[in-house]
């Protein structure tokens, strides 16, 4: 039975076209009122999962709810609960921004005078005003974004679906996106994002499911993915090769690559007081240090990690032993669900 606490539900979903297994047995849930980002490669499921939760699809195996509703067997329910926005703006380019959300409004039985007004409360509200009289077609990409997205929004949803809904938008219409999807939040609606843009993911986004080859292989919030890839590393940098040499005889094991060529080394930071410890030392032996700076795993780390890329950063030029103390030792797995 579905939980009430949770708008979106999937449990262990299949799909398959022609043979070709897409879903494989795919998990999460998303809780009222928060985001939930499902990340992945091209071809890891996630518009055929939002197809599935939306009905427009049906599954193979397993079972998926939405506001309570089963996709399968309540499908209609299930409708006058969601908004859909796709990687597409799905507009009639010949009518103009007030007629298709008028449109939208009287298909979804809003009433002639209900549709005028959830129209003109989503051309306000999206800065869709001075454009409002003209036809679709004249409209830039971020306009035609705002406008499907008003077009979602008509019947006030309880739960949002987002498929990949600022692909091919300049930054600052993506950023205009972000605000208006927080304010949703803000709102109360659940939302169920799918997107490549992994910076996307962490900016809005209260958890994240990362996909696979057709399953969930991680998920848990931004920050306790990027704790799985690792810990916060600290970045020297110096005036001349005999600076980093210092530096290298000082640190010792702690550091876990240089480049003398750059000029530089990193070290893993595993908290404040190594941190505090590490610069102490080098100052105390006299070493300048010309930069000094700290980087953090981000879900570009996460993501090709999961997925089997390659390594977000070059590989350095050069190794040390790992810290083998227990001073030295840290585990970066913290509540990560992994699959």
Not at 16 to 24: A, K
Not at 43 to 64: E, F, N, Q, S
Not at 186 to 197: F, P, R, S, W
Request: with cysteine; hydrophobic share 40%; charged share 25%.
């Amino acid at each position: 039975m579905p939980n009430p606490r949770d708008p979106v539900e999937v449990h262990d979903l299949h799909k398959s076209y022609d043979g070709q297994p897409v879903l494989r047995g795919v998990d999460f849930t998303v809780e009222r009122g928060r985001m939930y980002a499902l990340l992945g490669p091209n071809g890891a499921g996630k518009t055929t999962t939002v197809r599935i939760l939306a009905t427009l699809l049906a599954p193979d195996g397993g079972a998926a709810y939405v506001g309570g509703f089963d996709v399968v067997r309540q499908a209609r329910a299930v409708r006058n609960t969601i908004g859909l926005t796709g990687q597409y703006a799905a507009l009639d380019l010949l009518l103009t921004g007030r007629e298709n959300l008028v449109m939208m409004g009287r298909l979804h039985r809003l009433g002639r005078a209900g549709s005028r007004r959830r129209a003109e409360e989503l051309i306000e509200r999206l800065d869709l005003s001075d454009a409002a009289h003209r036809p679709a077609r004249t409209y830039s990409g971020g306009m035609r974004r705002r406008l499907d997205l008003a077009a979602g929004l008509i019947a006030g949803p309880r739960v949002l679906f987002l498929d990949e809904p600022t692909t091919g938008l300049d930054p600052r219409s993506r950023a205009t996106m972000w605000e208006l999807t927080k304010g949703l939040l803000g709102d109360g609606t659940t939302i169920l994002l799918t997107t490549q843009y992994l910076d996307e993911a962490d900016q809005l986004a209260d958890r994240v499911g990362v996909l696979d080859a057709g399953a969930v292989v991680a998920e848990g919030t931004p920050e306790q993915l990027k704790e799985r890839v690792g810990t916060e590393r600290l970045e020297l940098c110096f005036a001349d090769v005999d600076e980093l040499r210092d530096a290298l005889r000082v640190l010792g094991g702690l550091t876990d690559s240089y480049d003398e060529e750059r000029l530089r080394l990193t070290a893993p930071v595993l908290g404040p007081r190594q941190l505090h410890g590490a610069l102490d030392a080098l100052y105390a032996h006299g070493v300048d240090i010309e930069r000094v700076g700290l980087s953090r795993p981000t879900l570009d780390d996460v993501f090709l990690s999961l997925t089997g890329g390659a390594p977000a950063s070059p590989a350095p030029d050069h190794r040390f032993p790992a810290p083998t103390s227990a001073a030295d030792t840290h585990s970066a797995e913290g509540p990560v669900t992994a699959r």
